[in-house]
């Protein structure tokens, strides 16, 4: 079958504008069935029908408080100087939710009353009806209590139940089938091989429908052949409220789905200016809305809240539910192509009392990105990017409170950062240590502009062989900063496992056949390479991979593993975690550096805590390559 070319880029307004118009052109139900269910049921479900009170809660004057029911006008002129004595006939005692004995109109709190001889002495004056609960406070019969389209909470249930209802009319969960397509997709559990894609697709997207208040399933995983996927469609629309079909939406070789929705229905859009998740499919078949989601994570799981959240609730008679917004800096530069809007997820803390927001790497395959966001940030089609420390809006993900205690560290990549986040929210779950990996030289502009609490630096001057002091009065001089020590560690060179080019040390790097992968710019082992370099009279032009850089330690480990490159300079600790070999170069100091008020900041106790436990320094010390004896020291 040959594949159909994109329509066009649509926004993503104008794409879901479309879409419901095809829809509707389609047949597809506006609204799923309304049924009846009772209220334990029925929350997360939507009215279908208004709820009316059929009668008043409460039904009854009742008192409000555990005390003594009396007439009010007996207790005129009662004060602390002259109390007013109630004979035994005059009141009636009562608990909280009695009825209002007849000829009573309020309620004295029973710490209120002092007794005397079996008469009540009261020390104050009150009013009518004080403390009672009269007839319908709550809600009166023939009140709406609740409109057509409001999505239930437990307290709605409560209210309905008081007002008279035992049921309720609401719209039925809408039902969501997720088509797994792909000769490369193997189900969650098969053993890693190359050509080889875990099906976490299908898992997410079903979890995200129930998550939505939908009734989900997840077909077997169909192969890359339009017939099997077109009977997978048909058998699905036949059961289902949406389909999604994961994968495929592109315009590849084994991309069909949007040629099988033209085939089998209506192709409403085939492309959209959002990234990531530009190649979506917007569909019908058989009177059901159908989505082609893209196969890459991120891309499928925005697509879901882009396009089939809007949809499901609409089928619901609702609307989404609008995630909380905020206005947040952005902790450094980020550039942003043209033409379509940009979904970039965002770490978040608040620094200086502003929020502070760090991108996440961008790739539609980085999973882990949507995992740890905080935050989502639009960046719309007509802009390039944001500068540094410009204001933006973004969405938030997670609630305020925990973003207000969440230790925002950026710099230097380090495992004991990645160790110590694991072990604070063991401790605390409300504590998070949020670490964005610029350099340790963007680390240290970040903490002059005010944009993290703490930055992770190794970098050595090459004039005097010093490591982070100097460029500590560079970058911040004249500023009140403390530094310090987190680690010594050691650093060398990743090579292949049972190293096959017999590389010894940096001479070696320049050697013919040697791919090497180095860090990025300002980064400190990127400026250790150059001064081992430098002191060895080597040229980075004769390095093959010089120009090739990776943001992390485990991500240079992770290219050696991979056969893509041959050796580069990182820690023993990313080394180990790959199986891999490592020779070593030097033993340097790795540091924290932050503003000197930061180390009496309540944010970042946690972490001055943990860096004092003798179980932490073990357990960094079995990473492999680090020393921790001078872990948490102040050196500055």
Known sequence: MATTPFIRDVPAARALAAWSAACAAA????????VRTGLHEAVGRVTAEPVWATRSSPSYDASAMDGIAVRAADTIGASEGTPVLIEAGDYVVVDT???????FDAVVMREHVHYDAGRAELRSAIVPYQ????????????????????????VDVAAAAAAGATGLVVRRAPVVAVLATGDEIRPVGTAPAPGVILDTNSLMLVAQAEAAGCDAWRSEIVPDDPEAIAAAVRDATARADVVIVVAGSSAGRDDHTAAIVERLGTLAVHGVAVRPGHPVVLGAVDAT???????????????FDIFAAPLLAALEGATPPERPRARARLARKYASSMGMDD?????????????VATPLPRGAGVLTSLVRADGLLVVPAGLEGHHAGESVEVTLLRGVGAIDRTIVAVGSHDLVLDLAASELRAVD???????????????????RDGLCHVAGSHLLDPAGGEYTLPYVDRVLGGRDIAVVRL???????????????GIAGIEDVAGDGVRYVNRQRGAGTRVLLDYELGRRGIATDVISGYEREEHTHLAVAAAIAAG???AGLGIMAAARAFGLDFVPVTREPYDLVLAAETLEDPVTAPLWALLEQPAFHAAVEALGGYGTEEMGRRIR
């Open 27 to 34: 047949g597809c139900p506006e609204r799923v069935d309304a």
């Open 97 to 103: 939710g009695d009825p209002l004995p007849d000829g």
């Open 131 to 154: 403390h009672v609960r009269s007839i319908g406070e709550d809600v009166s019969a023939g009140e709406l209590l609740l409109p057509v389209g409001h999505r239930l909470r437990a």
């Open 289 to 303: 809305p159908v989505l082609g989601a893209p196969g890459y994570p991120v891309s499928a799981s925005l697509t």
């Open 343 to 355: 979904w970039v997820r965002v770490r978040l803390g608040r620094v200086g009392g502003e929020l």
């Open 429 to 447: 779950p409300g504590v998070t240590l949020a670490s964005s990996n610029v350099g340790s030289l963007g680390g240290l502009v970040a903490l």
């Open 487 to 501: 680690v010594h560690r050691e650093q060398g060179l990743i090579v292949a496992a049972g190293n096959p080019l």
């Open 564 to 566: 893509r490159a041959d």
